[in-house]
């Protein structure tokens, strides 16, 4: 399809895109390489080798428990990711149900749904995680299901907006004059036309649940010891800022660039999208 | 002539008012009447055109009779079955017998769907059939629009807008309905472009049977493509006749007007003064009288205060006016 | 005496992303005073990108060559300072959307007198009642109290007339109106048309009128330019085009459109074909692959304007052939 190839080389040639794209391949490369591979156990502590300086056999030194820096901070890649995929999945399909169901049935239920959404908008997002978790009790599955909660309302917003405007457009009118009904609209005509909106926001969201988690993780809540997270590496840092800042700072490093990195991909995928919907008149 | 053909569409009193959103906490939300009390009867074989300027109704009227508004009042029979009394399962069934024509040949098609699959949704929305004989359905009528199989697996954004309007025109015949409601199915096409479809339209008319109710603000396209002509005002039909009665002998006032204003494409500098002044009024109270009587050149005062009913002054030839 | 406005083989070249297309063939035409020009022809053969290139207002991508002297002075090589100057002031133009062309968020009255305020330095008192007069002039009704009306409280005919006002305000010498009245109803198209004549009469101005309907043009304007891939294929006085269509293309054109009163009494003639893409214009003439009369020359060299009477002239190579009676 003549704009599908289009896309792709304008997509080459846009700075953000190319620029977050190698940062997000990037995260999810070392991710799944150290599913496999990584120079020690993230766990392995050993008393001898504490607190050592980057030097050949740890590139990036060890924590007050001998840990290896640079395994801690892959492995937790991983935590970051499964985090950040699975809460934004459930926000969105959730979330994106919803607001198709908003968009197409209107009144009462368009009501309700929206204003359940306000209503979860009112709390400051991670606020509202800690609030979940503090319910539910913290762990790495009770912040995903934390985080997703609160992407669940981002979605329905945002669907119910683009689908809203999907339903005034005439092929719509058409399959409705053919005897479609609402379902068989939302899913065949609303849903295709809404998707590249929906995944410029999945990335945008990724990096806010990789953000989250990592919040929920330096409190405490998300990931528990001994699983490697990033947000309590930095936890962990505070008691030797004054013996080896940099036990903080390659964690923020390691969430600095992943969220930077997928707030370009979202940033490009949206500059490209959008002439792109223009052209397909 | 022949014996009476069969009635496809009989609309009977239809109103339709749109509420607008309240503008104040104090006063009642106003009104817009889009339909005030119009009949018509449309026969199989005798296609039907609608003409009309802004504000005079015939869009709604077109949503209305597709079944996809409902009216505030009156009725709607396709082929004797009155569309907004039936139950969903039916209505669908019944809409294998009527289908539409958009204005927009480039919002009319959804851009991420093929060809193929746009021109078979009438089909698909009815019943479940074989992979084959739909696949000889699609191209059947995209060979009787002029395109051919292989547009089958393209998508809309690779065809121009007549050839677009050609998939849209495909799509409201696959169903082989008795009549197909097109709204102003040229109007965005260039002059070439729409002699092409105007002329495909004949064809399908001459070769298909398909009966139209053609909405179009060009007179001279209707002159065309149709039988009979009703022209609307405000809501209401004030003339309606055989095409080549009205367009040669009108008689009410603002068909008259209507016709005078058309430019026609011989070179005179001679200055028409337009016999019209002013712009239709609001359409958010409705009219005591006639609703055309304060741009009347002939109104009188009987015309303000007395509502003129529509009647037959000749065979098949009814206006609404006093004076006619 | 120089003309009031000399367009010289003009040509507008358009980047696209097949590489530089010609959206203007080298367009020649002069008017004076008083003179009323249509120039016809369907959406791509370059009628808007004629007059955006007078103005100066053609798109980024795109660049003018030839000249386009008002007065002597030529407009194409002016910066934008100078042009700016004689935009709305010297040379107006009025376009097809009224609602779009007009700002949704200020008073029709400010934006009526903006021109005047920007090239006569006119008070704001001063200009708020020449508005005054300019809306009585085009005919909106209880002017003194519309002044304060935003576009959307007015009917399109009504925002068109705002515009023509607006377009009106410093005088210009030129009015370009380009599709005027395409998006309006008929009988509201009647008075819209009607008042730019007697406007341009009443004011000694000279009219560019920019159209796709024949009927509109033949009715309107003294002489006319049908152009088709961005040239001009035929040109000449209202009476006599109108009379005897020498060009295949304009006899396809006119043989396109129904005539109300025919009913379906003669099938409409079409041109086989589409427009072909301004960024891949064969060689030689445009029309050739859609002409009933193409010769072995025609996909060769571009026809040369040829006189066929002292106030009509075609660019074609089989003139030779009787033109169509237009009946």
């Known amino acids: 399809?003549?704009?599908?190839?289009?896309?792709?080389?304008?997509?080459?040639?846009?700075?953000?895109?190319?620029?977050?794209?190698?940062?997000?391949?990037?995260?999810?490369?070392?991710?799944?390489?150290?599913?496999?591979?990584?120079?020690?156990?993230?766990?392995?502590?050993?008393?001898?080798?504490?607190?050592?300086?980057?030097?050949?056999?740890?590139?990036?030194?060890?924590?007050?428990?001998?840990?290896?820096?640079?395994?801690?901070?892959?492995?937790?890649?991983?935590?970051?990711?499964?985090?950040?995929?699975?809460?934004?999945?459930?926000?969105?399909?959730?979330?994106?149900?919803?607001?198709?169901?908003?968009?197409?049935?209107?009144?009462?239920?368009?009501?309700?749904?929206?204003?359940?959404?306000?209503?979860?908008?009112?709390?400051?997002?991670?606020?509202?995680?800690?609030?979940?978790?503090?319910?539910?009790?913290?762990?790495?599955?009770?912040?995903?299901?934390?985080?997703g909660v609160?992407?669940?309302?981002?979605?329905?917003?945002?669907?119910?907006?683009?689908?809203?405007?999907v339903w005034t457009r005439e092929f719509v009118l058409a399959a409705r004059a053919a005897g479609k009904g609402l379902t068989r609209i939302s899913v065949e005509h609303v849903l295709p036309n809404i998707t590249a909106v929906i995944v410029v926001q999945g990335t945008v969201q990724f990096a806010i649940a990789i953000l989250a988690e990592a919040a929920l993780s330096y409190l405490g809540l998300g990931a528990q010891p001994p699983a490697p997270s990033w947000g309590r590496m930095l936890s962990e840092a505070q008691t030797m800022i004054y013996i080896n800042p940099m036990l903080a700072v390659y964690p923020g490093i390691a969430i600095a660039i992943s969220v930077l990195g997928l707030n370009l991909l979202g940033d490009g995928l949206r500059d490209l999208i959008d002439p792109r919907l223009a052209r397909q008149r | 002539m022949n014996a009476p053909s069969e009635t496809v569409v009989a609309a009977e009193a239809l109103h339709k008012r749109y509420v607008l959103p309240r503008e104040s906490l104090f006063q009642p939300p106003a009104e817009v009447f889009a339909l005030n009390g119009v009949d018509l009867e449309i026969r199989r074989g005798r296609s039907f055109g609608v003409v009309g300027e802004s504000g005079c109704g015939k869009s709604t009227l077109a949503r209305v009779i597709m079944g996809l508004e409902r009216p505030s009042s009156g009725s709607v029979r396709?082929?004797?079955?009155?569309?907004?009394?039936?139950?969903?399962?039916?209505?669908?069934?019944?809409?294998?017998?009527?289908?539409?024509?958009?204005?927009?040949?480039?919002?009319?098609?959804?851009?991420?769907?093929?060809?193929?699959?746009?021109?078979?949704?009438?089909?698909?929305?009815?019943?479940?059939?074989?992979?084959?004989?739909?696949?000889?359905?699609?191209?059947?009528?995209?060979?009787?629009?002029?395109l051919k199989a292989g547009d089958t697996d393209k998508y809309p954004h690779e065809f121009s807008g007549g050839q677009r309007q050609r998939i849209a025109i495909a799509r409201a015949l696959i169903t082989r309905p008795a009549i197909i409601i097109a709204d102003e199915p040229v109007s965005a096409l260039d002059v070439s472009v729409q002699a092409q479809v105007l002329n495909l339209l004949q064809d399908l008319q001459a070769e298909l049977g398909v009966t139209y109710m053609l909405i179009s603000h060009d007179l001279a396209v209707v002159d065309y493509v149709c039988d009979d002509v009703a022209v609307m005002y405000l809501g209401q039909i004030v003339e309606q006749a055989p095409v080549s009665q009205v367009f040669s002998t009108p008689r009410h006032p603002y068909t008259k007007a209507l016709l005078a204003a058309v430019p026609r494409p011989v070179a005179s500098r001679r200055r028409r003064r337009s016999q019209l002044q002013g712009g239709v009024i609001s359409q958010m109270a409705l009219a005591v009288g006639c609703p055309f009587a304060d741009r009347c050149p002939e109104a009188q005062p009987r015309c303000q205060s007395e509502s003129p009913a529509l009647r037959s002054i000749a065979e098949n030839h009814r206006v609404s006016c006093h004076f006619a | 005496m120089t003309a009031l406005l000399a367009v010289d083989n003009l040509e507008v070249a358009l980047d696209t992303a097949h590489g530089p297309a010609r959206a203007v063939r080298g367009v020649s035409f002069s008017l004076e005073r008083g003179d009323t020009l249509g120039i016809v022809g369907e959406s791509g053969c370059g009628k808007s990108m004629t007059a955006l290139a007078i103005m100066g207002l053609l798109p980024e991508a795109a660049r003018a060559r030839g000249t386009v002297s008002l007065e002597g002075r030529d407009l194409v090589t002016l910066d934008e300072d100078a042009l700016c100057g004689i935009r709305g002031n010297r040379i107006a133009m009025i376009f097809q959307e009224p609602m779009t062309s007009l700002n949704p968020v200020h008073p029709i009255g400010r934006q009526i007198a903006e021109p005047m305020r920007l090239h006569r330095g006119m008070s704001r008192a001063a200009a708020l009642a020449e508005t005054v007069r300019l809306l009585d002039r085009v005919g909106l009704p209880n002017p003194e109290s519309r002044v304060g009306n935003y576009p959307h409280q007015l009917s399109g005919g009504q925002r068109q007339r705002v515009m023509i006002a607006m377009a009106l305000s410093c005088t210009p010498d030129i009015l370009i109106a380009d599709e005027p009245t395409t998006a309006l109803d008929v009988t509201i198209q009647e008075q819209i048309l009607d008042l730019i004549h007697d406007l341009v009469d009443e004011l000694g101005m000279a009219l560019i009128l920019i159209s796709h309907d024949l009927g509109v043009i033949a009715q309107t304007v003294d002489r006319l330019l049908v152009m088709y891939g961005g040239a001009i294929i035929e040109q000449g006085s209202t009476q006599a085009v109108f009379d005897r269509l020498a060009h295949p293309y304009s006899q396809g054109l006119f043989a396109a459109v129904p005539k109300l009163g025919q009913g379906a009494t003669r099938r409409l003639a079409t041109i086989p074909g589409t427009v072909p893409d301004v960024s891949q214009m064969p060689p030689g003439c445009a029309f050739a692959e859609r002409c009933p009369r193409v010769l072995g020359i025609c996909r060769e060299k571009m026809p040369e304007m040829t006189v066929l009477r002292p106030d009509h002239a075609a660019a074609c190579f089989a003139l030779g052939q009787t033109g169509a009676d237009r009946r």
């Open chain 2, 78 to 146: 396709i082929l004797g079955q009155s569309v907004y009394d039936l139950g969903a399962e039916d209505l669908r069934g019944l809409r294998r017998h009527f289908q539409m024509v958009f204005q927009d040949p480039y919002g009319s098609l959804d851009p991420r769907h093929k060809v193929g699959r746009i021109v078979a949704e009438p089909l698909d929305a009815l019943e479940k059939i074989e992979p084959d004989v739909r696949r000889d359905r699609i191209v059947g009528a995209l060979e009787s629009v002029g």
């Open chain 1, 1 to 147: 399809m003549s704009a599908a190839n289009g896309f792709w080389s304008r997509a080459r040639r846009h700075r953000s895109f190319v620029a977050g794209g190698a940062l997000t391949s990037l995260l999810i490369a070392t991710a799944l390489l150290s599913l496999i591979w990584t120079p020690y156990g993230p766990t392995k502590m050993s008393l001898r080798y504490r607190l050592k300086l980057p030097s050949p056999e740890h590139w990036l030194g060890t924590d007050q428990y001998g840990r290896d820096i640079l395994s801690i901070i892959m492995a937790g890649a991983q935590n970051s990711i499964s985090v950040g995929v699975v809460s934004v999945s459930i926000g969105l399909v959730i979330g994106v149900g919803m607001g198709l169901l908003a968009a197409a049935r209107r009144g009462w239920i368009e009501e309700v749904t929206m204003r359940a959404s306000d209503f979860a908008f009112a709390f400051p997002a991670i606020l509202l995680a800690i609030m979940l978790v503090a319910a539910i009790g913290p762990g790495s599955v009770n912040a995903i299901i934390a985080i």
């Open chain 1, 150 to 165: 609160f992407n669940i309302p981002i979605f329905a917003r945002l669907t119910r907006g683009a689908a809203a405007a």
